[in-house]
T-cell receptor
């Protein structure tokens, strides 16, 4: 139990376009989901906390207008990177909280 | 504020040798402590966690860790490593009423097991 999926697992997009990443808790409901960003050979940095039915809470330095987070249901949160640029290329990982954080497999975004 | 320091960015070790990955934390309140493993291009998998009780915690894949409050440490150990243990290991801390909520991660330690 406690499986979290992410879709897509990898995506390549052109600079200036937007890309949406989905995070789903497959066998449990999660009122809280987290979005992390991980650059190569670095640790996970929390971007935002997503609560079902309310606005996400963004960490300092994360542009909320660029990284749109929607938590429309207890099993789905989405992260949309708007007007992506090459510096947004990274590994994005979500987690769903139910007593502890359960992590998704990550999405590798490459912006060309 | 809390922080986590993983003292070694890389740890090379030969197969079947013991290994210790070090983790120190700073926090002004009681904490919950976690170790995660990340294989290339994958998410994080929980190895073990300390919430309360016995300070020696056993996890999956033969790993264990010991919580030392006086030294504010939570070092991860394995008596005999395998090639398949090659991965990135992250120590994390959370505090407050909900264990696992609002994690702060260390910088990670890359364990490289050599034949």
């Amino acid at each position: 139990g406690a499986v979290v999926s992410q879709h897509p697992s990898w995506v390549i997009c052109k600079s200036g376009t937007s890309v949406k990443i989905e995070c789903r808790s497959l066998d449990f409901q999660a009122t809280t989901m987290f979005w992390y960003r991980q650059f190569p050979k670095q640790s996970l940095m929390l971007m935002a906390t997503s609560n079902e039915g309310s606005k996400a809470t963004y960490e300092q330095g994360v542009e909320k207008d660029k990284f749109l987070i929607n938590h429309a249901s207890l099993t789905l949160s989405t992260l949309t990177v708007t007007s992506a640029h090459p510096e947004d290329s990274s590994f994005y990982i979500c987690s769903a909280y139910r007593g502890e954080q359960y992590f998704g497999p990550g999405t590798r975004l490459t912006v060309t | 504020a809390q922080s986590v320091t993983q003292l070694d960015s890389q740890v090379p070790v030969f197969e079947e040798a013991p290994v210790e990955l070090r983790c120190n934390y700073s926090s002004s309140v009681s904490v919950y402590l976690f170790w995660y493993v990340q294989y290339p291009n994958q998410g994080l998998q929980l190895l073990l966690k300390y919430l309360s009780g016995s300070t020696l915690v056993k996890g999956i894949n033969g790993f264990e860790a010991e919580f030392n409050k006086s030294q504010t440490s939570f070092h991860l150990r394995k008596p005999s490593v395998h090639i398949s243990d090659t991965a990135e290991y992250f120590c994390a801390v959370s505090h407050g009423g909900n264990a696992g909520n609002m994690l702060t991660f260390g910088g990670g330690t890359r364990l490289m097991v050599k034949p």
